[in-house]
């Protein structure tokens, strides 16, 4: 039997897993993200959150929190890591997923709450604190590292940019269809990262 040794085989083969379990949860969870909030719209059109469309919110809602911490936990660790030897890179990493759950745990659950309680709006705070701290620390290193080189050094830094500013625009605006299409223009910056990481190498890889 003949084994095929072509360029394009080579690299599939060489792919780190933080490539493929990190970009590729990143991206996905990225994409469910874009989904629950384009959902998430009509579930603010009605007054009840007995109904489907809740439902499905919500199972996609919850499924990015748990799509993200695969996504930073291979990342981080796997193969070595996208952030290579970095304890700040890798801290970081896991510092964003972290935070991105409590802080979505947080959230989702207001749902269910007149209003969040003193703790719990501290401890949104606090998570959403240590997600950005986390991103940046990562995005710094990412950039800095010799891990990968072309679009993927950058792609945190641009993704947590564009997060970064429809979040805030997102937060100040009163208009649903507008945030709407804020929140929605940051998810698929996400999965975006997510798809640059999955198509990474090492730099001593095949591109």
Known sequence: MS?????????????????????GALLAGGLVLLTATIIEYFVWQTTTLATGVFVVFSVLFLANIVLYLVAMSALALADGGIAGRSAIGRTGLVLFGLGWAVGQAVYWSSYFLDALPVALDVLGTVALVVTYAGAVAAAVVIALGRVV??????SLVVGLAIGAICA????????????TVLLS???????WVG????????????A
């Open 3 to 23: 084994h095929d040794t072509t360029p394009a085989t080579a690299a599939r083969r060489s792919r780190p897993r933080w490539s493929s379990w990190g970009g």
């Open 195 to 206: 798809l640059t990481y999955l198509r990474a190498r090492r730099r001593s890889d095949p």
């Open 168 to 179: 805030g625009i997102a937060n100040a605006v009163s208009d649903q269809v507008l945030t």
């Open 185 to 191: 223009v940051s998810c698929a910056a996400q999965a």
């Open 149 to 154: 080189h072309g679009l993927a050094r950058w």
